[in-house]
């Protein structure tokens, strides 16, 4: 009774475990040095093995994305009022974001994303700008809408 030391479900950290790094996910119990190469080697339905790339013809939402520590968190809000976070290096592509919604169902020929204040209509802006430069960090909310014909 008391004793700290008793199998309890009480989970405690230690300021030695705040300086721990995060680890990167393993196969079979050993550390990837090259993921990406992997990456390319694992293709599926016989897509090419390359990464994608922004001159190819529809590139994928996630080509866009940075790779600095700093996290930009936009709130997106569909135009059926749910929402859902989507978290993202703050150096990503806008156009990053503006695909991610067209993938998600959200034509930008039908809907367009704005930001409530300052109003900005976000599809119009230089799209290759990055979510840190548009503002749009550390936290944002956009909201998606029908546009008016």
């Given at each position: 009774t008391?004793?700290?030391?008793?199998?309890?479900d009480?989970e405690?950290?230690?300021?030695?475990?705040?300086n721990?790094?995060p680890?990167?996910p393993?196969?079979?119990?050993?550390?990837?040095?090259?993921?990406v190469?992997?990456d390319?080697?694992n293709?599926?339905?016989?897509?090419?093995?390359?990464l994608?790339t922004?001159e190819?013809?529809?590139?994928?939402?996630?080509t866009?994305?940075?790779?600095?520590s700093?996290s930009s968190?936009?709130l997106i809000r569909w135009p059926?009022?749910?929402?859902?976070p989507?978290s993202?290096p703050?150096?990503?592509?806008l156009?990053?974001l503006?695909?991610?919604?067209?993938?998600?169902?959200?034509?930008?020929?039908?809907?367009e994303?704005?930001t409530?204040f300052?109003?900005?209509?976000?599809?119009?802006?230089?799209?290759?700008?990055?979510?840190?430069?548009m503002?749009?960090f550390p936290?944002?909310t956009?909201?998606?809408?029908?546009?008016d014909?």
């Open positions: 008391g004793d700290s030391s008793d199998n309890s009480l405690t950290f230690s300021d030695d475990d705040s721990l790094s680890r990167k393993t196969n079979n119990g050993t550390n990837s040095s090259n993921g190469a992997k390319i080697e293709t599926k339905n016989g897509h090419s093995n390359r994608p922004p190819d013809d529809d590139p994928s939402w996630e866009f994305l940075g790779s600095g700093d968190t936009i059926d009022g749910s929402r859902d989507w993202q703050a150096d990503s592509q156009q990053a503006l695909l991610f919604i067209s993938f998600k169902g959200f034509s930008l020929e039908n809907h994303v704005v409530n300052p109003r900005r209509q976000l599809d119009t802006l230089d799209t290759s700008k990055t979510l840190k430069e503002g749009l936290r944002e956009v909201f998606v809408q029908i546009k014909c």
